[in-house]
């Protein structure tokens, strides 16, 4: 029956007339969803009209007259249930994508090898990044391939959580840029497999189709991480039992370790995505589900599945970046996060932060569960998207700011190659910052007088904001690339240029440090490097005092030297080198396999195709000389710091070898009397001028008692170290008798013959390294 009075249709209405010609009721149009009665969840704050604009699939998903999405490959309706956000059997969605659109689901065949593919991409990635960590000698500042790449890593989710806040901002000219970074992470395993991203959902849905998406979600993301070490350890008690049993060698635990946390950092994001999939519910006429909106957040049976992902969240997300932290602190405390053996281990996580920073890898942690969190928050949800998109974007923005200042306060990162490290961290969270913020601009002067009632200036608005963002955004992948390839892209530069880049110089002379022609970042690199100095006194030694000050700058510029003649050794021959580098990583990864014999071979003979391994000519003359004077600035001594005399140093290379030496550069008291006019100065001058910091009950016997704990600790880790190089030059000792020995039996002559085989070459290098260990070992003791 009609109505006495007339009344407007509602937005997202359809009213037709009925057969009779009367507008007595009316149906949803496209893009809107009206709720069937049997459908409808009775609650007071029910509307009274349950008509909802459409979020799925962009309001694709509903059509007019109660209908849902329509596969156009099937003509079939793939979609179904309130707001036609749940797929129908045969259908399925991305796990990660609640509001897309039901795609039609291929074979069972297609469907495992999608999975396997997705699965296979997470392995290949944390391969991929342990391979990186394992090459990575990070006792070295110029290796910092696998820092940079942590910070890329945590870039993409940071940038992928702010682009997809939601909201018709108009930004981006309606490119879909959350898509490229959706395709980013699919590739890097974070998310669904960018190949069949709907294979794990199909799967779910033939196999489990009475658990409901959500609760399997659920229980892969708990089981993610114990399935993963379960898995891990047991290949690695296989491959030890296998390289035992076959080469008669060990495999470390540590291996292990850097695995297990390789894992955990690469795929942390992922396992809060799942987690979290049970909370991000939107309001209709009650709260829904996105992912399933036949479920009710609120009911009995969905809490106990919420209840288990916020157990899952305590222990994984929040508990393991606790662990880590705690892990890292026992060795700070033990002072042992410089040693061979934590590096190795535990290097890929602290590596490039400054000693008083160590731990802050784990914060990053913390914040990709924030950056999740806040998308995802109870109660925080709204069915207008413009509003939904306004809270999100505050929200994302409210956390970018709160870790852009902790960055900004602590410059965690330590100031090798000019701040990069530091540089590169905060152009992310700078554009991160930016892009949170204009996009919350943008949505709340949507509603201005002048947007509103005038196109151009919205056009231009969002064409300047869309560029604004995006320089923020090239100004991290420069960065990002020129972090990376700095030398090499300076090289080239100077190459076009026909000239060097001009750098300031620190010049030793025997009174101290002359400086010339610093510019801005270098006086501020030194500064910063001075002050460093300063900080690891007073952690050492609980003092200041001017012998040894002074001795710890005249130091610097020895291993400067030192470094500088090594890169010099290193450009002689720049092909020998990079051949050589090959061999070291071949060694590395196959270490005396079959594999690793083959690549040997290879290796020797192209070696021996270049003319390397020639005893003659200009080339071993430079190595010569080069190796002697390298050999005279072995020890600290007045000797040694003569022969450096008035040497140009570049900050940078001061500041590489401030972090070569760390705690190491406080062990050495000033040399006096350098130069010609050698003068030999009154210690009791020296040892007068010096001042305690630190506590007022920390006394100088204190202070050397805390020392001697450190070294006692440094020399139990050195007797490991030469305990094991002693075992491995022993099996090699015996593998290379019995070959001689077999080689002799074959030749069928008593007359030993000799023998080409790289495990000579090897036993060599372990040999020298075993001598540099033992000599390092008797300085510790004796100190």
């Given at each position: 029956?009609?109505?006495?009075?007339?009344?407007?249709?509602?937005?997202?209405?359809?009213?037709?007339?009925?057969?009779?010609?009367?507008?007595?009721?009316?149906?949803?149009?496209?893009?809107?969803?009206?709720?069937?009665?049997?459908?409808?969840?009775?609650?007071?704050?029910?509307?009274?009209?349950?008509?909802?604009?459409?979020?799925?699939?962009?309001?694709?998903?509903?059509?007019?007259?109660?209908?849902?999405?329509?596969?156009?490959?099937?003509?079939?309706?793939?979609?179904?249930?309130?707001?036609?956000?749940?797929?129908?059997?045969?259908?399925?969605?991305?796990?990660?994508?609640?509001?897309?659109?039901?795609?039609?689901?291929?074979?069972?065949?297609?469907?495992?090898?999608?999975?396997?593919?997705?699965?296979?991409?997470?392995?290949?990635?944390?391969?991929?990044?342990?391979?990186?960590?394992?090459?990575?000698?990070?006792?070295?500042?110029?290796?910092?391939?696998?820092?940079?790449?942590?910070?890329?890593?945590?870039?993409?989710?940071?940038?992928?959580?702010?682009?997809?806040?939601?909201?018709?901002?108009?930004?981006?000219?309606?490119?879909?840029?959350?898509?490229?970074?959706?395709?980013?992470?699919?590739?890097?395993?974070?998310?669904?497999?960018?190949?069949?991203?709907?294979?794990?959902?199909?799967?779910?849905?033939?196999?489990?189709?009475?658990?409901?998406?959500?609760?399997?979600?659920?229980?892969?993301?708990?089981?993610?991480?114990?399935?993963?070490?379960?898995?891990?350890?047991?290949?690695?008690?296989?491959?030890?039992?296998?390289?035992?049993?076959?080469?008669?060698?060990?495999?470390?635990?540590?291996?292990?370790?850097?695995?297990?946390?390789?894992?955990?950092?690469?795929?942390?994001?992922?396992?809060?995505?799942?987690?979290?999939?049970?909370?991000?519910?939107?309001?209709?006429?009650?709260?829904?589900?996105?992912?399933?909106?036949?479920?009710?957040?609120?009911?009995?049976?969905?809490?106990?599945?919420?209840?288990?992902?916020?157990?899952?969240?305590?222990?994984?997300?929040?508990?393991?970046?606790?662990?880590?932290?705690?892990?890292?602190?026992?060795?700070?405390?033990?002072?042992?996060?410089?040693?061979?053996?934590?590096?190795?281990?535990?290097?890929?996580?602290?590596?490039?932060?400054?000693?008083?920073?160590?731990?802050?890898?784990?914060?990053?942690?913390?914040?990709?569960?924030?950056?999740?969190?806040?998308?995802?928050?109870?109660?925080?949800?709204?069915?207008?998207?413009?509003?939904?998109?306004?809270?999100?974007?505050?929200?994302?923005?409210?956390?970018?700011?709160?870790?852009?200042?902790?960055?900004?306060?602590?410059?965690?990162?330590?100031?090798?190659?000019?701040?990069?490290?530091?540089?590169?961290?905060?152009?992310?969270?700078?554009?991160?910052?930016?892009?949170?913020?204009?996009?919350?601009?943008?949505?709340?002067?949507?509603?201005?007088?002048?947007?509103?009632?005038?196109?151009?200036?919205?056009?231009?608005?969002?064409?300047?904001?869309?560029?604004?963002?995006?320089?923020?955004?090239?100004?991290?992948?420069?960065?990002?690339?020129?972090?990376?390839?700095?030398?090499?892209?300076?090289?080239?530069?100077s190459a076009c240029r026909g000239r060097d880049?001009?750098?300031?110089?620190?010049?030793?002379?025997?009174?101290?440090?002359?400086?010339?022609?610093?510019?801005?970042?270098?006086?501020?690199?030194?500064?910063?490097?001075?002050?460093?100095?300063?900080?690891?006194?007073?952690?050492?030694?609980?003092?200041?005092?001017?012998?040894?000050?002074s001795g710890s700058l005249q130091m610097l510029?020895?291993?400067?030297?030192?470094?500088?003649?090594?890169?010099?050794?290193?450009?002689?021959?720049?092909?020998?080198?990079?051949?050589?580098?090959?061999?070291?990583?071949?060694?590395?990864?196959?270490?005396?396999?079959?594999v690793g014999l083959i690549f040997e071979r290879?290796?020797?003979?192209?070696?021996?195709?270049?003319?390397?391994?020639?005893?003659?000519?200009?080339?071993?003359?430079?190595?010569?000389?080069?190796?002697?004077?390298?050999?005279?600035?072995?020890?600290?001594?007045?000797?040694?710091?003569?022969?450096?005399?008035?040497?140009?140093?570049?900050?940078?290379?001061?500041?590489?070898?401030?972090?070569?030496?760390?705690?190491?550069?406080?062990?050495?008291?000033?040399?006096?009397?350098?130069?010609?006019?050698?003068?030999?100065?009154?210690?009791?001058?020296?040892?007068?001028?010096?001042?305690?910091?630190?506590?007022?009950?920390?006394?100088?016997?204190?202070?050397?008692?805390?020392?001697?704990?450190?070294?006692?600790?440094?020399?139990?880790?050195?007797?490991?170290?030469?305990?094991?190089?002693?075992?491995?030059?022993?099996?090699?000792?015996?593998?290379?008798?019995?070959?001689?020995?077999?080689?002799?039996?074959?030749?069928?002559?008593?007359?030993?013959?000799?023998?080409?085989?790289?495990?000579?070459?090897?036993?060599?290098?372990?040999?020298?390294?075993?001598?540099?260990?033992?000599?390092?070992?008797?300085?510790?003791?004796?100190?």
């Amino acid at each position: 029956a009609g109505s006495a009075a007339c009344e407007t249709c509602l937005v997202g209405a359809s009213c037709e007339p009925d057969a009779n010609g009367v507008y007595g009721n009316f149906t949803n149009s496209d893009g809107f969803y009206l709720f069937p009665a049997e459908l409808l969840h009775t609650m007071p704050q029910s509307p009274l009209y349950p008509l909802f604009r459409c979020n799925h699939g962009n309001g694709l998903a509903c059509l007019k007259g109660g209908r849902c999405y329509v596969h156009p490959e099937t003509q079939k309706e793939a979609m179904t249930g309130p707001m036609c956000g749940t797929c129908r059997p045969g259908y399925a969605k991305p796990i990660g994508q609640p509001l897309e659109l039901c795609r039609h689901c291929g074979s069972r065949t297609m469907n495992f090898l999608g999975l396997g593919l997705q699965l296979l991409t997470v392995f290949c990635m944390a391969a991929f990044l342990m391979i990186v960590n394992f090459l990575s000698d990070y006792s070295k500042p110029k290796n910092i391939l696998s820092i940079i790449l942590k910070q890329f890593f945590n870039y993409t989710q940071m940038a992928t959580a702010v682009l997809s806040t939601g909201g018709d901002h108009g930004l981006y000219g309606g490119f879909s840029v959350v898509g490229i970074f959706d395709m980013v992470q699919d590739y890097l395993g974070f998310s669904s497999s960018a190949w069949v991203p709907e294979a794990g959902a199909c799967l779910i849905q033939e196999l489990l189709p009475s658990w409901g998406i959500q609760k399997v979600i659920t229980l892969v993301g708990l089981a993610w991480f114990p399935g993963t070490a379960v898995i891990s350890t047991m290949v690695f008690l296989i491959v030890k039992l296998f390289r035992r049993l076959v080469f008669k060698k060990t495999t470390h635990l540590r291996h292990l370790k850097t695995w297990l946390m390789v894992n955990f950092f690469l795929y942390i994001p992922r396992v809060n995505r799942l987690l979290l999939a049970n909370f991000k519910c939107q309001t209709y006429d009650t709260s829904r589900l996105m992912l399933d909106p036949t479920v009710a957040c609120w009911d009995r049976d969905h809490a106990l599945w919420q209840t288990l992902s916020w157990i899952g969240i305590g222990v994984f997300s929040v508990g393991g970046p606790l662990l880590l932290y705690l892990i890292l602190r026992r060795y700070e405390h033990r002072q042992l996060l410089g040693t061979y053996r934590v590096l190795r281990t535990y290097g890929f996580l602290f590596a490039g932060f400054e000693p008083d920073f160590y731990y802050f890898e784990c914060v990053y942690m913390f914040r990709k569960l924030c950056f999740e969190f806040v998308m995802t928050m109870p109660g925080m949800t709204s069915e207008n998207e413009e509003i939904l998109g306004r809270i999100n974007s505050s929200s994302v923005a409210f956390v970018a700011s709160v870790f852009f200042a902790l960055h900004m306060a602590c410059q965690p990162y330590d100031n090798r190659d000019y701040f990069i490290l530091d540089h590169i961290e905060t152009a992310s969270l700078r554009a991160i910052l930016v892009t949170a913020f204009l996009q919350l601009w943008c949505l709340n002067t949507n509603e201005a007088d002048g947007i509103l009632h005038n196109t151009w200036l919205r056009e231009v608005r969002n064409v300047i904001c869309t560029v604004v963002i995006l320089l923020f955004h090239l100004r991290f992948f420069w960065l990002f690339f020129y972090g990376i390839a700095r030398r090499r892209i300076q090289s080239c530069i100077s190459a076009c240029r026909g000239r060097d880049f001009s750098h300031g110089i620190v010049k030793f002379v025997p009174d101290g440090l002359q400086l010339h022609n610093l510019n801005g970042k270098e006086e501020m690199l030194l500064k910063t490097l001075v002050s460093e100095i300063f900080d690891l006194h007073m952690q050492a030694k609980r003092k200041i005092a001017y012998d040894q000050w002074s001795g710890s700058l005249q130091m610097l510029c020895l291993e400067a030297r030192r470094q500088h003649i090594e890169n010099e050794l290193l450009a002689l021959d720049k092909v020998g080198n990079t051949l050589r580098s090959w061999r070291e990583i071949s060694r590395k990864l196959f270490h005396g396999s079959r594999v690793g014999l083959i690549f040997e071979r290879i290796f020797d003979r192209m070696e021996s195709a270049y003319g390397l391994v020639s005893k003659s000519g200009s080339y071993e003359n430079s190595k010569k000389q080069k190796d002697k004077e390298l050999e005279d600035l072995k020890i600290f001594c007045a000797d040694s710091l003569n022969k450096i005399l008035n040497k140009e140093f570049r900050v940078d290379e001061l500041q590489d070898s401030m972090l070569s030496l760390g705690k190491s550069i406080c062990n050495n008291k000033r040399i006096g009397g350098l130069g010609e006019n050698m003068k030999v100065e009154d210690e009791t001058m020296s040892q007068a001028l010096e001042f305690y910091v630190g506590p007022l009950d920390m006394d100088e016997h204190v202070a050397i008692a805390i020392q001697e704990r450190a070294n006692i600790k440094e020399v139990t880790e050195l007797r490991k170290e030469v305990d094991e190089r002693q075992t491995e030059c022993a099996d090699l000792r015996r593998l290379l008798g019995q070959y001689r020995a077999q080689r002799k039996q074959g030749l069928g002559t008593d007359e030993e013959r000799p023998v080409d085989d790289p495990r000579a070459e090897r036993l060599e290098e372990l040999e020298v390294q075993l001598k540099k260990s033992m000599e390092a070992l008797s300085e510790a003791q004796e100190e």
